[in-house]
T-cell receptor, first 112, second 110 residues
């Protein structure tokens, strides 16, 4: 019954590795997002997809590549992980861009 | 950058009303006021939103001033589970993404 789910919940990895985070929503929404929350607790948008098309890319390094295989899924692949990538990553979805957003539980990424 | 100003923290006694203020003096005519909260370690949770009129739902009430330059979120009977960071956000619904500021950390005290 979970509306927005993310896997994994925790991810610990070494610098330089490549990793992926998956997100799925069962709300029938057209728009999905990735946010990053750093150690200072600022929540910043990274990407937004609408109907599988990239709408927003907020000055995120090109090591981050989102992929939306269908409207219900938005995955985040990160290449060559750096220490500064350590953060909590939240996925969210909404009926349309800017509408009420529903967030997943977050993925806690720690890069060593 | 966030277009809202909120106090960094507030305390509220359990069972009392929590009134969380927000200033948004540069809000434009077609921007909505949204409120979200983030309970420790969880994803942000939508609470309520409004354009001009006051709004109420099962979680809270939203009071928007007539000039729309400020608003107040009211939790009528705060419980310990309402302890969270509350974010006030202005956004063009259907047009732009949400921009989160620093929010107000509400502590409900027994």
């Amino acid at each position: 019954d979970t509306a927005v789910s993310q896997t994994p919940k925790y991810l610990v990895t070494q610098m330089g590795n490549d990793k992926s985070i998956k997100c799925e929503q069962n709300l029938g929404h057209d728009t999905m997002y990735w946010y990053k929350q750093d150690s200072k607790k600022f929540l910043k948008i990274m990407f937004s997809y609408n109907n599988k098309e990239l709408i927003i890319n907020e000055t995120v390094p090109n090591r981050f590549s989102p992929k939306s295989p269908d409207k219900a899924h938005l995955n985040l692949h990160i290449n060559s992980l750096e220490l500064g990538d350590s953060a909590v990553y939240f996925c969210a979805s909404s009926h349309n861009l800017g509408g009420t957003q529903y967030f997943g539980p977050g993925t806690r990424l720690l890069v060593l | 950058d966030a277009k809202t100003t909120q106090p960094p923290s507030m305390d509220c006694a359990e069972g009392r009303a929590a009134n969380l203020p927000c200033n948004h003096s540069t809000i434009s005519g077609n921007e909505y006021v949204y409120w979200y909260r983030q309970i420790h370690s969880q994803g942000p949770q939508y609470i309520i939103h409004g354009l001009k009129n006051n709004e109420t739902n099962e979680m809270a009430s939203l009071i928007i001033t007539e000039d729309r330059k400020s608003s107040t979120l009211i939790l009528p009977h705060a419980t310990l589970r309402d302890t969270a960071v509350y974010y006030c956000i202005v956004s063009l619904s259907g047009n732009t993404p949400l921009v989160f500021g620093k929010g107000t950390r509400l502590s409900v005290i027994a």
